[in-house]
């Protein structure tokens, strides 16, 4: 059965950990829906990860929507949610609803991830949930405001980590379904998880979320470098150069391919 937004909350009062990875294409999707994966995100992530982009900003809506519908084609039981790209839902709610519904309607995508919970963008997400509108939230390490943050981890003072609470909670308010937690201390990480009721989901925030997300290609050992918190559980990079070496000796010596 498909994975749901009701059976997400159920599974944070069970203490039943969410396993979260990103996919870009179609191939790539089946493979995490076949492994039992409950949450499929169409990250802006594919912008540096697919697209070759050194940040997630250059990434467009239509390109987002593009991978999303080869992902969604993958997906028959997790809940798929798609990352709105920088500036596509800043500029105003009505921009955010108009980006988000085009999300749902052309891609088969269930909810949205929007970053930042400050109060404009706390009432944009009260807006898209008010339409009904699925949105996760994503706070800490935002990387859409990277020429701000840097990749620094968030919430190390006192002040900061508040700050970064208070948005949780505001955005728990305003109907988001669930929250990233990003490149956060796990004492902070700890506290917000235990002060919302609503499913945390971590990455480079410690043990104690509700679940946890991995971009795929660091899994797969398939990104040039990673962040200090990825763990790579095989090298795809060395299989596969050592595959396509292979590959290449036979054509050229003529073992591949053999005659009929």
């Given at each position: 059965m498909a994975v749901t937004i009701k059976q997400l909350n159920?599974?944070?009062?069970?203490?039943?950990?969410?396993?979260?990875?990103?996919?870009?294409?179609?191939?790539?999707?089946?493979?995490?829906?076949?492994?039992?994966?409950?949450?499929?995100?169409?990250?802006?992530?594919?912008?540096?990860?697919?697209?070759?982009?050194?940040?997630?900003?250059?990434?467009?809506?239509?390109?987002?929507?593009?991978?999303?519908?080869?992902?969604?084609r993958g997906v028959k039981r997790a809940l798929v949610v798609c990352d709105l790209p920088f500036l596509s839902y800043q500029e105003s709610p009505q921009q955010a609803i108009h980006s988000a519904g085009r999300v749902l309607k052309e891609t088969g995508a269930v909810a949205v991830k929007l970053e930042g919970g400050y109060p404009a963008m706390a009432e944009t997400v009260a807006r898209l949930t008010a339409v009904g509108i699925p949105v996760m939230g994503h706070v800490g390490l935002t990387p859409q405001s990277i020429h701000l943050l840097g990749l620094r981890q968030q919430g190390k003072t006192a002040e900061t980590g508040e700050r970064i609470l208070q948005d949780a909670i505001a955005?728990?308010?305003?109907?988001?379904?669930?929250?990233?937690?990003?490149?956060?201390?796990?004492?902070?990480?700890?506290?917000?998880?235990?002060?919302?009721?609503?499913?945390?989901?971590?990455?480079?925030?410690?043990?104690?979320?509700?679940?946890?997300?991995?971009?795929t290609a660091d899994l797969l050992g398939l990104s040039e470098r990673q962040p200090p918190f990825a763990k790579s559980y095989v090298n795809l990079r060395e299989v596969i150069t050592q595959a396509v070496q292979e590959f290449s000796t036979e054509v050229r010596s003529g073992k591949f391919p053999k005659d009929p």
């Open positions: 159920q599974w944070k009062q069970q203490e039943r950990q969410i396993v979260v990875l990103t996919a870009a294409d179609y191939a790539i999707a089946q493979l995490l829906d076949e492994a039992g994966v409950d949450i499929i995100m169409v990250g802006d992530s594919l912008a540096m990860v697919t697209l070759g982009y050194s940040t997630t900003l250059p990434v467009t809506l239509e390109e987002m929507i593009h991978h999303a519908k080869a992902v969604c955005l728990e308010q305003a109907g988001a379904f669930a929250i990233v937690l990003e490149h956060i201390p796990p004492d902070l990480a700890r506290s917000i998880t235990q002060k919302l009721t609503i499913p945390t989901i971590g990455i480079g925030a410690g043990p104690n979320c509700d679940g946890q997300v991995l971009v």
